[in-house]
């Protein structure tokens, strides 16, 4: 489902060289933030008190990570602050409930809490060092408190699990009143990496549904029509084919459909899984 085009910005020296040992409010430049698209990736050299400003959709949050290194480790030569100015807080590491169901083995990254970020170089950074600026979606959503959220496929989408019961309708509601939408399913790796994080032990709500037109099932969330050749994984023998059948939507998981996905009536009530990409 992440789709990057990465966008590599190379400063080119001379600009960087020209700022060294100067306190440079961008603006006073006439420079205006730097519009984080997807990503942008920004090399040095760097000057001592450089500021760079960041700015992204304003619903979405920035993520910051160190290629080929530890953003711990950048922290002496720069500082991130969580705003559009130097005096913006700080950004700190993430909150322990997020990190609890985030996958292990994501590089580590820093996050805003808005859509603005700006970066002051301290001192001059080793040789190299090359900070990456990405589009996020939030994921500190507190959407009831029967969920957990995490970063389940990358540093940059965010999944929510809702452990209430409440049919398909409902709960596709829920994930829109958060600003997420019920989650598909459209590459293996996706749908088992959200298996690992909250197994199948549960069944729980996902996107896809032929509700529309019998047979023709349609990721609703993407609007992406379910095509042969398409990743699925139904449990054997479904989905049920025939005239005008009420099973509608598709149920991920639980006792009857294990870890497979199952067609089922719409209105049955059951736990569901949101998911928010950047
Ligand atoms: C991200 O979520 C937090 C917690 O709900 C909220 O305070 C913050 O404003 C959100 N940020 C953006 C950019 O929507
Ligand atoms: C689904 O199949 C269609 C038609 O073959 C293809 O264009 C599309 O890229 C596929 N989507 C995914 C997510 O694999
Ligand atoms: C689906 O569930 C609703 C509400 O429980 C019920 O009225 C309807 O008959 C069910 N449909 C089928 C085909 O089981
Ligand atoms: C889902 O439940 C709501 C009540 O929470 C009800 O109004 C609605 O008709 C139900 N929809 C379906 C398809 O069962």
Not at 14 to 43: H, K, Q
Not at 113 to 129: C, R, Y
Request: aromatic residues 12%.
């Amino acid at each position: 489902m992440a789709k990057t085009l990465p966008i590599c910005i190379f400063i080119l020296s001379v600009v960087s060289r020209s700022c060294y040992g100067t306190m440079l409010a961008t603006e006073e430049y006439g420079w205006r933030p730097v519009f984080v698209d997807n990503e942008v990736v920004i090399g040095g050299p760097f000057g001592e008190n450089f500021i760079w400003q960041f700015e992204t959709q304003e619903d979405r949050i920035l993520a910051f990570n160190i290629l080929d290194g530890n953003i711990k480790e950048a922290q002496d030569f720069l500082s991130i602050h969580d705003g559009a100015d130097i005096y913006s807080p700080n950004v700190l590491l993430g909150n322990d409930d997020i990190i609890q169901f985030s996958r292990k083995g994501l590089s580590e990254t820093l996050y805003t809490t808005t859509s603005k970020a700006t970066v002051q170089f301290a001192k001059t950074p080793i040789s190299h060092l090359k900070l990456r600026i990405q589009k996020a979606a939030n994921c500190s959503y507190n959407i009831k408190p029967e969920t957990q959220c995490g970063r389940m496929v990358d540093e940059v989408s965010c999944y929510c699990a809702i452990f209430t019961n409440e049919n398909q309708t409902d709960q596709t509601m829920s994930c829109l009143d958060n600003g997420m939408k019920l989650v598909s399913f459209e590459s293996e790796e996706e749908e088992e990496l959200v298996h690992r994080t909250w197994s199948t032990q549960i069944p729980f709500w996902t996107s896809l549904t032929d509700t529309r037109r019998d047979g023709s099932w349609l990721w609703e969330s993407t609007m992406t029509p379910l095509s042969n050749g398409n990743y699925t994984n139904w449990f054997p023998g479904r989905p049920l084919i025939q005239e005008s059948d009420q099973f509608n939507c598709m149920l991920y998981g639980g006792s009857t459909y294990l870890s497979f996905w199952g067609d089922v009536n719409c209105s049955a009530l059951a736990n569901a899984i949101c998911e928010a990409q950047p």
